[in-house]
């Protein structure tokens, strides 16, 4: 029994390590795609990605990020006003919304909506062979399918993430201005002193890498999914479950290189100046 044990556990430890060189293999031969000489069909292969990526998830990333601000307001205003700082509410709002609420959610919703579709649809043409017929063809699934979903998803992610900062910042403003009651010119200045361009800019960098993040992994969930319809339904839930996992470990790690990098450059008393 206890052997039986073992064995399974190691078949499953051997099986993780194998299947993650895989995927860093994988996303080596992306990059070197990525960085080689394109022609202009390639180019021209994605701008409907693009249209897929960021005009359709335009509708989901508005709800969600209009909504957690409104929530961030209606949550933080008792504390506030139990201290007699409810004129400060715009700071903890919008500096939330802009470090880390905006491009975390904007990414999660990406990796729902857009994520799951990719591995669906690689994954449908690897059952179905098309993905061999290329090969056989001359063609390079990973230039053709790849590259361009992964250049639409890194220049995009930035852009939904800057929309659904503004969003969020909007929501927030409109609940505690329009119906709490905090005067407006408290709000903004409070939020002025604390928000400035580096915590702007952390947002949007980190942004870049989740939506690679999202692309590499559905479309190699897509490219290794197994065999019939369970197949690739078994892999967009894994290939979100992983983009969501990935997301929140480059987060933590960006949270932590650019509270480093912070106290580098401006020092400790920059932060008491806020």
């Not at 179905?128 to 399918?145: F, N």
């Not at 992964?150 to 992610?157: D, Q, S, Y």
């Not at 929501?171 to 201005?177: A, E, N, Q, R």
Request: proline share 3%.
């Amino acid at each position: 029994m206890a052997l039986d044990l073992i064995e399974s556990v190691g078949r499953r430890t051997t099986g993780v390590v194998v299947t993650f060189g895989d995927f860093w293999r994988f996303v080596g031969r992306t990059v070197l795609i990525l960085f080689a000489p394109l022609r202009m069909r390639h180019v021209r292969a994605v701008l409907p990605q693009m249209y897929e990526v960021g005009v359709r998830s335009v509708p989901v990333v508005a709800v969600t990020g209009a909504f957690i601000g409104m929530v961030l307001a209606v949550e933080s205003f008792t504390q506030f006003k139990a201290i007699g700082q409810e004129s400060r509410l715009g700071s903890i709002i919008n500096l939330s919304v802009v470090k880390q609420i905006g491009p975390v959610l904007a990414a999660v919703m990406l990796a729902g909506r857009i994520g799951g579709a990719l591995t669906a649809e690689l994954g449908t043409m690897n059952v179905t062979e098309q993905l061999d017929a290329l090969r056989v063809m001359g063609s390079d699934p990973i230039r053709v399918l790849v590259v361009p979903r992964l250049v639409a998803c890194v220049l995009l992610t930035p852009v939904l993430t800057i929309y659904s900062d503004f969003l969020g910042v909007t929501g927030g403003w409109f609940i505690s201005v329009q119906t709490l009651g905090i005067p407006d010119e408290a709000y903004w200045l409070a939020s002025a002193r604390s928000v400035d361009i580096w915590e702007i800019n952390e947002g949007l960098v980190k942004s870049f890498f989740f939506g690679g993040a999202i692309a590499l992994i559905s479309c190699y969930k897509g490219f290794t999914c197994g065999a019939g319809a369970s197949g690739v339904g078994r892999a967009c839930t894994e290939s979100f479950v992983a983009s969501f996992i990935a997301i929140i470990i480059l987060n933590f790690f960006f949270a932590q290189v650019a509270k480093d990098w912070y106290l580098t450059i401006y020092g400790v008393q920059s932060i008491f100046a806020q």
